[in-house]
């Protein structure tokens, strides 16, 4: 048996939050490690482990430190603060109180880090009045959710330079008269729950303190894409210290051992004798008493594989040809297209019944004095990037024979139902709880680290855990697809369309996750929002060996309106006409019929868009400079649409429940997650408005599969819009119950009540009032409601031979507009100027709306300029945020703004409450295009083109030395 080394420690003294603290070490531990173990300070977070994310940030004798970074001992009679020491929930500091008012935190995970490197520069500059300053000095952080204005906001007010009110008036809202102005609805409140965020006292899934005889998981993984599973030897492991077990396929023990979403086809742990199929795939799972014994034993687990040769590209996996990448379902895939995951077609015209048809039709526009114009363009792959890592954590149940398990997700039926199905149990055997979730953006919808710990609790009868290196999280998770889109089109001289054709090519990595219904929502976006007479789609999903891909924010629209925007742009200076000219002449108006023939009758705001954007961005006056020195200046826009829900005629349903308790509160249960997107403060706004009480009455109870109705998946922007909606119609009804219990009290008739703030009182009789609690402890038991909301009915299933059909219900329009300059010696590309205009329906929270465009924007950006996801033979090469550059508060800009509200949509039932829309993915989807679109208006003084993105400096300077520049 092997032997454990004892590591010599030292004694260290230094002061935590003003406590003295002494300790017996390793000197080479991390600081960061030493806080959440011994100390249970939990609020610095492990985002990345070398010093970049800035999760981890702390004070140490008032400098800004990374400790994840700081070994310990470094730091004898070091003074040290957390994010703990800085603000409680009943003393916030300044800077804590400003994240809150600003909507500054979001999924939270980085905003422990965040408030103690403002609370640095807070302490260098009181005053600060240089918003790019303050920028500069926060680059060394990470946000995935705010987009960092709000966080540059905050700063400001808590140096007493500004107020949140002075923020949310930079944004404008238009079309709101006509709308009703309500107590609740329509007004910026604090998001539900944020205290604990900013106070770093909300625990994340590794922040959960670990039961006596907790085991730890670790995986050993396939370093090979496409390989056979030959042999699997863990006699060396299980004689490492601490080791229990070494867990095959052989040990899952009785089900069918696959994971997936709507298919399942991926093994939990592959079994000898079967196919690797990406880098990654699990092939036993290690099992000890410390993460570093398990880390350890599984570097010794012998395996053996035989190669195969793998296909890398989604257009060569449809060659004849190609290594096929799931052999066992071979026989039922079309073998003149192999690895094809789905196909969806679409046709519109009259007279177009094949593409025969179409091509002819081109034939002739060209005869006719059309512009015919040509492009292909390519997405690349994206990584989701929340901060958070992946992390599990399973308790058995003896006594009720139920393994619990306690993760990051966004739907826990979901999740219920791949650990019940691959470890063979009964879904009353499994409970699965969502743990608050530090960023998703749709990748917590894949199963990674929740069966694994499952199948070990239910193996070793005891707790277990499993926590991803950043590394693990970004090589082994999954990523959103890349495109390659070949477009075809025939204008009229007047810049009518008259035509387009796309071909798509969907890169779906190894396992299907939601390629399926991906290249379905592509092929429905694919002409962006714009009416053609003449359409012909086809969207191919594709099985290759690099990593699985599914959900991420913009689903199904950002890759495909990347290429389709970039390529209307080309039309448009093709005809000699500006770009917003051509697109405000095809834009959707109500009464527009999409390529799938969905006549849209409302809520149509295309064009709205489109025009308060071009006002506020001044695009018709020149831009004032064009070159400055090395400096080139140019100026885009992208205009976009998303389809809100499942779509298609998927049952979309929400069956949330609100009850009245006896001391006053009300409860709402729902089961879907607030991972920062505000769902939950919407929920509460939404009750008060409706039943007439504070929001401090109600409590939220959310995201357990025992104990809340499933209202499907936290994903599509749709929990606004149906299971808001459903909210909302619970609500009313309650609120009718509420007022029979108070009719006798009053000596009312019911429908003579009204309700705000908690009081009841008679119509046009303030005198006769009473307060909502004296009301509900006269009750003998809980008033409860549950009144299901089904979009079902809004939208159906598209036709197999023309795709014909109404897709999705509702509709979000957008347009981006930016001003950009790029650096002719360097290739850099900075953000200059920067508009977003949004169609959202209603704003019910303002400053949460905002902060879903800006910070959904930034995610674009970010698609757009740094986020180069470098893969060799399926294998991702840029592991951490050293590698894999996220935007940064530096790369940047302030934005402007817009939202477009509809007061025709307020109580339509297709729609949200109020007539609200989702807004949490659109604003995702637009910025690419408008930034490479404003790269390429600048080069045009160079004769420079680019037709693919990232624009890093690399990518920029090449295109620029292929013009001799």
């Not at 977070?45 to 001992?73: P, Y």
């Not at 009943?90 to 403002?118: E, K, V």
């Not at 300029?865 to 840029?878: C, D, F």
Request: hydrophobic share 40%.
């Amino acid at each position: 048996m092997a032997t454990l080394i004892t590591v010599p420690t030292i004694s260290v003294r230094f002061t935590v939050n003003g406590a003295p603290v002494t300790l017996a070490v390793n000197p080479g531990r991390a600081l960061l490690d030493v806080l959440r173990r011994e100390l249970g300070l939990t609020g610095a977070k492990n985002g990345c482990d070398v010093g970049i994310c800035g999760t981890c940030s702390v004070l140490v004798n008032g400098s800004l430190k990374k400790s994840c970074i700081v070994t310990i001992d470094k730091i004898q009679d070091a003074n040290i603060m957390t994010v703990e020491g800085l603000g409680a929930p009943d003393r916030l500091a300044p800077i804590q109180d400003a994240f809150i008012n600003n909507t500054a935190s979001q999924c939270g995970m980085c905003t422990p880090g965040f408030i103690m490197a403002c609370q640095a520069y807070l302490q260098q500059k009181p005053q600060p009045t240089d918003r790019r300053h303050i920028r500069n000095f926060l680059r060394k952080n990470f946000c995935r959710c705010t987009g960092y204005e709000q966080i540059v906001d905050a700063v400001q007010e808590a140096a007493g330079v500004a107020t949140a009110a002075d923020f949310l008036r930079r944004t404008h809202i238009i079309g709101r008269a006509g709308l009703e102005v309500r107590p609740v609805i329509g007004h910026s409140v604090p998001q539900y729950g944020v205290v604990a965020k900013v106070c770093g006292r909300l625990q994340y899934g590794d922040d959960v303190p670990e039961a006596a005889g907790t085991w730890h998981v670790v995986a050993v993984r396939s370093p090979h894409s496409h390989a056979r599973l030959v042999r699997v030897d863990a006699a060396r492991a299980l004689h490492s210290p601490g080791v229990a077990r070494v867990l095959t396929a052989k040990d899952i023990p009785g089900g069918d051992n696959y994971v997936g979403m709507l298919v399942r086809d991926q093994r939990v742990i592959v079994p000898e004798g079967e196919t690797i199929k990406a880098v990654g795939d699990v092939v036993a799972l290690v099992v000890a008493g410390t993460r570093e014994h398990a880390r350890q034993a599984a570097e010794l687990v012998d395996v053996l594989y035989e190669a195969l040769p793998g296909v890398y590209e989604a257009e060569a996996a449809l060659q004849s040809d190609a290594p096929i990448v799931h052999p066992e379902i071979k026989d039922s895939m079309d073998p003149t297209r192999p690895n094809l995951i789905h196909h969806q077609h679409i046709h519109k015209g009259d007279d177009i019944q094949c593409e025969a048809d179409i091509d002819a039709l081109f034939s002739r526009a060209a005869a006719d004095g059309l512009t015919v114009v040509e492009g292909d363009y390519f997405a690349p792959f994206q990584d989701h990037a929340p901060l958070e890592t992946e992390v599990a954590y399973a308790h058995w149940d003896e006594a009720m024979q139920k393994v619990a398990v306690y993760a990051p997700v966004q739907h826990v039926f979901f999740a219920r139902r791949n650990i019940r199905d691959a470890l063979g149990l009964s879904s009353r055997n499994v409970r699965v709880i969502g743990s608050p979730v530090g960023g998703a953006y749709g990748k917590r919808e894949d199963p990674y680290a929740l069966t694994y710990v499952a199948l070990a609790s239910l193996i070793m009868k005891a707790p277990t855990k499993m926590l991803w290196t950043r590394e693990e999280t970004l090589q082994y998770t999954q990523k959103r697809h890349s495109y390659r889109s070949y477009y075809q089109a025939a204008v009229a001289a007047d810049g009518r369309i008259a035509a387009f054709k796309a071909r798509v090519y969907l890169d779906g990595g190894a396992y299907r996750s939601w390629t399926k219904e991906v290249s379905t929502k592509s092929a429905v976006m694919a002409t962006g929002p714009y009416e053609i007479p003449h359409v012909w789609i086809d969207s191919f999903g594709v099985y290759t060996n690099n990593p699985l891909c599914g959900a991420a924010r913009g689903f199904g629209s950002t890759g495909t309106l990347f290429n389709t925007e970039v390529f209307w742009d080309k039309v448009a200076r093709a005809l000699g006409m500006d770009p917003y000219e051509f697109r405000h002449k095809n834009s959707f108006r109500k009464g527009s019929t999409t390529a799938t023939r969905h006549y849209l009758y409302k809520g149509v705001r295309a064009v709205e868009c489109m025009e308060a954007a071009a006002k506020v961005h001044a695009w018709s006056k020149p831009l004032a400079q064009r070159r400055e020195g090395d400096w080139l200046y140019g100026r885009g826009m992208s205009s976009i649409w998303y389809g809100n829900g499942f779509g298609r005629g998927i049952r979309d349903e929400a069956w949330p429940i609100i009850e009245i308790r006896k001391d006053g509160r009300v409860v709402i249960h729902a089961s879907t997650v607030d991972y920062g997107q505000g769902s939950n403060t919407v929920f509460a706004q939404v009750t008060a408005d409706v039943m007439g009480i504070r929001m401090e009455d109600i409590v939220l109870h959310t995201a357990d599969s025992d104990t809340t109705p499933n209202c499907n998946s936290t994903v599509a922007s749709r929990v606004t819009v149906v299971v808001g909606k459903a909210v909302e119609m619970t609500a009313r009804a309650l609120r009718d119950d509420l007022f029979a219990a108070a009719s006798p009290i009053l000596r009312a008739q019911p429908e003579e009540l009204e309700s705000l703030g908690g009081r009841i009182w008679v119509r046009g009789n303030p005198d006769r009032i009473i307060l909502f609690q004296e009301v509900t402890s006269t009750l003998t038991e809980p008033l409860m409601r549950q009144v299901p909301k089904l979009n079902q009915m809004f939208t159906t299933p598209l036709d197999p031979v023309t795709g014909e059909g109404r897709a999705y219900w509702p509709y979000v329009f957008a347009t981006h507009m930016c001003t950009v300059g790029v650096n002719v010696r360097t290739g850099q590309v900075k953000l200059v100027d920067y508009t977003a205009a949004h169609d959202i329906g209603k704003a019910i929270n303002p400053q949460a709306c905002r902060g879903q465009i800006i910070g959904g924007a930034a995610m674009g950006v970010g698609y757009a300029l740094t986020e180069e996801l470098r893969l060799e033979k399926g294998k991702v090469i840029s592991d951490n945020f050293d590698t894999y550059a996220l935007p940064r508060a530096s790369d940047l800009c302030d934005m402007n703004v817009i939202m477009v509200e509809d007061p025709e949509l307020d109580g339509e039932l297709d729609f949200g409450p109020n007539g609200a829309k989702g807004i949490g993915e659109p604003p995702t989807i637009a910025p690419a295009p408008a930034i490479l679109n404003a790269v390429n208006d600048a080069l045009r003084e160079v004769g420079g083109y680019i037709t693919e993105i990232p624009l890093t400096p690399q990518r920029v300077k090449a295109a620029l030395l292929r013009q001799g520049r």
